[in-house]
């Protein structure tokens, strides 16, 4: 009975290592959603940006594939001395074989296929100039201050600031949702060149799961933007107005006076089954940047909480900086 025990125990333990990588190859080939799922609440607990989310899926594979080449190892040092293996040592070491050649292969094609994603997350893991740009910016005693680029203005008492990575998911998800059949269009709208997040500011904290006002402010290089063709404030405030279904630009463009300066002031109103959303978007301009600053609300109160924050902003002399190329 010993024997018979033992026996069944050795066979069983040869399919370990076997179970566990095919299990990983099936649950990628049947599980792609709960994966896509695991793997966006990966990147939301260490905060990762979209581009830096794909070493996820990598990682992963180079794991399971380490994990089976051991065992590839010891059926071959078996092999080359010789040693007189059971039937069930093959069949395991072959089906190990081919799962870890699968995960090398995915990981292969995975680093090729998405390498300008990959190249741009480990740029942004590294720093670059619009994490610079971005953590120039503080908040003190209720106020937003940005040096670099020379604005600053009131927040809304108890808002709460979103990280940089949060703000590039965020824009991310904006962007494939309107152009997610095109991937070069997703990567023209989620992070265009010469955009320099400055601040995202929240009603409610990340974790609250429902309807949450925001303020989003971003600054564009006017040198960029003078090589599309936009050489103005009211052209680059009449872009705005350039929307597609389900947005629509209400009104015309209008002159907006602020405490130091004058800018512009463009409403956009988006229409989703679930409700109205308002957009106002104001505009400023410093030495070297546009700078808008989005207010996004359903109701109305929300809103003018927003605008009083707004109505405060400020621009400064800025500290010199090339802004001319973003990350």
């Known amino acids: 009975m010993f024997g018979l025990w033992h026996h069944e125990f050795r066979l069983m333990r040869s399919f370990i290592v076997p ?19 695991a793997f966006d609440r990966l990147m939301y607990l260490i905060d990762l940006s979209p581009n830096q989310g794909w070493i996820l899926p990598l990682m992963f594979n180079f794991l399971v594939a380490i994990v089976g080449l051991p065992s590839n190892l010891k059926y071959a040092l078996s092999l080359r001395r010789r040693l007189t293996l059971p039937v069930s040592d093959h ?15 995915g990981a292969v094609f995975l680093g090729v296929s998405k390498r300008e994603q990959i190249a741009a997350g480990a740029s942004e893991s590294l720093g670059g100039q619009q994490r ?34 949060a703000i590039r998911r965020a824009l991310y998800s904006v962007a494939f949702a309107m152009a997610k059949e095109n991937a070069q269009t997703v990567k023209e709208l989620s992070a265009p060149a010469g955009t320099f ?12 799961g429902g309807y949450n006002p925001s303020l ?11 090589a599309s063709g936009v050489d103005t404030l009211e052209a680059y405030a009449r872009g705005f107005r350039e929307v597609q279904h389900p947005y629509h630009a209400i009104g015309d463009v209008l002159l907006e006076q602020f405490t130091d300066s ?9 229409r989703f089954p679930r409700g109205t959303f308002q957009q106002h978007v104001y505009v400023v301009e410093t030495g070297r940047h546009y700078v808008s600053l ?23 002399r800025t500290q ?4 001319a190329t973003a990350e």
């Open 132 to 165: 610079r740009v971005f953590e120039a910016g503080r908040i003190e005693d209720g106020k937003f201050f940005n040096n670099l680029i020379g604005i600053s203005f009131d927040l809304p008492t108890g808002w709460h600031s979103a990280s940089l990575n």
């Open 197 to 208: 997040p400055l601040l995202c500011a929240y009603q409610y904290p990340d974790t609250h």
């Open 19 to 37: 179970a566990v990588v095919w299990g990983y190859v099936f649950s990628v080939l049947f599980g792609q959603q709960l994966w896509g799922a």
């Open 320 to 323: 010199p900086v090339s802004t």
């Open 216 to 226: 989003y402010t971003v600054a564009y290089s006017k040198e960029v933007l003078a």
């Open 294 to 316: 989005t207010a996004s609300a359903m109701a109305e109160t929300d809103m003018a909480i927003m605008r009083r924050a707004i109505s405060t902003l400020q621009v400064h």
């Open 262 to 270: 004058a800018g512009y002031h463009v409403h956009i109103e988006g």
């Open 91 to 105: 069949v395991a070491a072959a089906m190990c074989f081919v799962g870890v050649c699968l995960c090398l292969k």
